[in-house]
Structure formats: C-alpha cells, structure tokens
C-alpha cells in the first residue's frame, strides 16, 4: 500500500474533520457523493463488470453503500441492494442516498432485505454495513450473512473498515476478511493494528475534499511509520567529516550467547555508525574477535558481573562513545543482578541507551527501578519490549487497562520516561510525550530468532549518529521491514546486516 499521508485520526478527529469541512461550506451529502464514487474508482480498476451485492447498514456508511450501488449501476454492472433497515428508517444524507439509488434506473430498482438469500448469483460484495466508529461485536443478520459471504470465498471490499472492526483500536469481533478496503482522508488506528490490519486486505486512502488544513485543530499524534515522518532529522553524512562525526557505538556482549550481540554490531555498523564497539568478559573475546572485523571488541578482565562493571565505568571515560547497547545476549554467564548493574551503569553515564531483551527482563520484578533510573537520566532511553517482556515489565494498572496496542505503548511510554517500541506484527512506537507511530512495513518473515537483535542494533547506530530518540526507532523499523521485504522467503536474522544498504539507497532515491 502507498500512502502520500501518515496521520492516524481516531473516530472522533475524523468526525471533527467531517464537522470542519461541512461548516466550511461543503454539503455532508457531498462528502458521502465523494466517498461513493472513490469506491467506484477502486472497485472498477480491480474488476470487471460482475453481480455485485451491495449491503448497507442504517448510518451513513450505509449511504456511502448506496452511492456505490448507484454509480456501479450507471456503469452498466449489474447491482442489488440489501439493507438492514427499510427505506423509511434511514435519516439525513443516508435517506438522500437511498433516494438516489431508487430513484434511477427508471424507478425499478429497490431494497432488499438482508437475509443470506440476498447472496445467491453475487460475485462481489460491497460491505457498508457498519463504518468504524462500531464499537460493540458485530452479531445477527450482519455477521451471518458477511460469513457466509466469507465462507463461498466471495471477493469483499469493505467501505470505511471492514463491519466489526473497531477504528481506534483494531479490535475484531464477527469482521471477515476483505481483500480491498477504501478509507477516506487519512487512516484510523484499527486500519494499523492488529487484526485489523490483518481483516483490511488492500487498502486504499480516497481523496473526498476534505482539506489537510483541518489537521492543525485535531492535534494528531499518531502517525503512519513512514519515512516522512522522521526524514527530516535524517542523520545525513557531511563531506568534511569523519568516523567520529558518525558516531561510537558501544555493544555489551554476552560471553555464552554471542550471535545476539554480533548481529546488533553489525547491524549498527551498517546502518552508518562510524565505530562501533562490543564489550565482553575476555574469556569470550575470541568468538567476538574472530567473528567481527569492522567491528572492535574490548575484553572485559574477571569472571564476576561486578568486575564486568568496572570495566565498563572504565569504557566510559572516553567522551567519544556517543551511544549504547545492552540486553541482546546479555543473561548468558551472569545474573539478573549483575546485568541490573550494567545497566544502571550504562544510565548512570548521560548517553543514549537501547535496552533490549535481557536487559529488560532484569528488571520484571522491580520495575520502578528502571523506570527511576531513566527519568533521572539527562539522555534519551529506548526500550524495545516484545509481548512477554512488555507484559512483565508494564504491570501498572494505567498501562494493563489501556483499551489497545497503541494505548498501553502510549502509557508505558509515559511510566517508564523512555521512548518504547513495542515489537510485534503491529510494532508500535510511542515517546513519553504521546507521540507515537504504528508500523505496517514490516513482513511475516521477520517472526525469527535474532530479527529483534538486528533491530536493536539499527536503532542504536542511529542513535549514535545523533538522531533523535523516538524518530532513531520508527526509522529503524521502518528500514528492518524494507531490508526483509527486499529478500523474501527464507529470510534468517543472519542475512538483514547485509540487506540494510539497499534499504539505505531506497530511501535515499525516494526523497
């Protein structure tokens, strides 16, 4: 899906922005006529001329319905009409809609009722049943007639959202899957977040006349993951600098698990740190030595995470090292109290931080620890929590009855003081002052062992080159998904180090 514009408007900013429009001068039936014919335009380029049922709710998603209908007709398609309501029930521009639709064809077309019967012959269905402001489940004639339409594998394409799917959350309760899905103006929450995202197919964004000059007054903080919305603090490479200007990275190394931490270095190298570093206890840097040749790795004397420590502290003292790196790998050898310390060392030195993984997991049974230590931090902290982790280390009633994804992101964000990227099919970016970012440009195939290592390592190489904090993380999704979809099937984490160039030139050529 290509999309020009990356604001997330919930249910009510999109009403607001319908309300900004219509007080402007433009009729709401207008903006329903509009709606329709976009639907029209996405259907005709798709398909050919075939029996099209089109069913339409009681509001005015079911207008937009009946526009569809109308427009397909004057194409020549043979079209019919299901409503879950008669003629005489439907209000406002929904009954000026219905009007026209009856009205044409010489007056012979009509509303059927909506009964499974309504599906015989039908080719193609059109869902205006329930636009996406429902938010209870979709239950009686609605649901079993769009299953049965599912289940006779009936291509469907879906008006606003699919009829079940909530706008501000995702949440699905009696949604079919759709293979196209045509919005207006900007996307919702529910079109991003899983499942349903995962109900919406193809999904296009209609122009209807509704001007970007509203969205001053909605106060959008969410947003589409796309590069315009972190492009501009791009970290671009000057012509006079040097390694320096690019950056220090430094990596903590696990001494047992140490794939993790060398596909973090090495995705922090090719993501554009100058130098990047990896500390680890001396007894395993050989493995990290042998195996990383761009990449420096500093020896850690004694056997006891405290001893570890010191030499960290001692790391530390060199005012070139721009960015750190702790959790991929780090739990092998050691404890969650030795890797605590570590941690609260790295924090402790006024410099970005991304904590990952076991650095994370340290912490689940104190998390105020962590979270006091990131707020009296001076710099930016990034936590990148999958499921498990997030759940065991956000247990506070304000992050656990968060309605959605993008909620708890939100509010863990808010608790921690840190920027959180919250990994999954719908990774959701959100820093502590409410801005966040849902990221869709990712594929199936990075669902394997050491994806979210190479992630973390993208995001401190960004860190490292200056970028700021919440912008380094949606950049490094959003490039962690072009890198996988540029290879395809068979992807393993050892390959994405090597892919992050052509995900790199791709972007440069689409500015």
């Known amino acids: 899906m290509k999309n020009m514009v990356c604001e997330l408007l ?11 429009t219509i007080q402007a001068g433009t009729p709401g039936f207008t903006l329903m006529q509009a709606a329709g014919d976009a639907v029209v335009r996405a259907i005709t380029q798709r398909w050919s001329a075939r029996d099209t049922v089109v069913l339409c709710g009681p ?77 209870r ?12 339409a599912s289940g006779k594998a009936l291509p469907i394409v879906a008006v606003d959202v699919p009829s079940g799917v909530w706008g501000d959350t995702g949440e699905a309760t009696g949604a079919v899957p759709c293979q196209l899905t045509v919005t207006f103006f900007r996307l919702k929450p529910g079109h991003a ?10 999904v ?54 140490t794939g993790a931490a060398r596909l973090a270095a090495r995705s922090c190298a090719r993501i554009g740190s100058g130098l990047t570093t990896v500390c680890t206890p001396r007894r395993a840097w050989p493995v990290y030595a042998s195996a990383l040749e761009c990449i420096m790795v500093h020896p850690l004397d004694g056997e006891a995470a405290a001893s570890w420590q010191m030499g960290l502290e001692g790391l530390l003292d060199d005012d070139r090292l721009s960015a750190m790196l702790m959790g991929p790998g780090a739990m092998g050898g050691t404890n969650a109290a030795g890797i605590r310390g570590v941690v609260l060392t790295m924090l402790a030195s006024g410099r970005p931080v991304v904590l990952d993984a076991d650095a994370i997991s340290a ?37 656990t009855v968060a309605s959605s994804k993008l909620d708890k992101t939100r509010a863990a964000a808010r608790l921690s003081g840190a920027v959180v990227l919250f990994k999954g099919a719908d990774t959701v970016i959100a820093a502590p002052d409410g801005r966040a970012a849902i ?29 700021p904090a919440w912008q380094a993380a949606c950049a490094a999704a959003w490039l962690h998904g072009d890198a996988a979809q540029d290879f395809g099937l068979g992807l393993i984490a050892d390959d994405l180090p090597d892919l992050i160039p052509s995900a790199l030139q791709r972007l440069a050529a689409s500015h």
């Open 204 to 257: 296009v964004v209609a122009d209807i006349g509704i001007e970007p000059s509203v969205l001053p007054s909605l106060k959008v903080q969410a947003f589409d993951n796309q590069p315009a919305v972190w492009r501009d603090v791009w970290p671009h490479m000057d012509v006079a600098g040097h390694k320096y200007h690019r950056g220090h990275a430094l990596i903590w190394g696990g001494p047992e698990m």
């Open 137 to 148: 489940p979709l239950d009686g004639l609605a649901a079993d007639v769009l299953m049965r």
């Open 439 to 467: 990221n869709r440009h990712a594929p199936s195939t990075l669902a394997t062992a050491g994806a979210g290592d190479v992630l973390a390592g993208m995001i401190v190489g960004l860190l490292a080159q200056g970028m």
């Open 10 to 20: 919930t249910v009510g900013q999109m009403a607001q922005a319908d309300a900004a």
């Open 363 to 399: 912490f689940h049974e104190d998390p105020s620890l962590l979270f006091a230590a990131i707020k009296g931090h001076s710099r930016p902290v990034v936590l990148t929590p999958h499921g498990g982790e997030f759940v065991r280390l956000f247990k506070a009633p304000e992050v």
């Open 193 to 202: 977040l899983m499942p349903g995202r995962g109900l919406c197919g193809e």
């Open 59 to 135: 509001g005015n998603n079911g207008g937009d319905g009946f526009i569809v209908a109308a427009r397909l007709r004057e194409l020549g398609w043979p079209v019919r009409v299901a409503c879950l309501v008669g003629a005489d029930a439907l209000k406002g521009d929904a009954a000026l809609a219905a009007r026209a639709w009856l009205q044409g064809d010489e007056g012979t077309a009509d509303i059927g009722a909506m009964q499974p019967a309504c599906l015989d012959g039908a080719q193609l269905i059109v869902d205006a049943l329930f636009g996406a402001g429902l938010t």
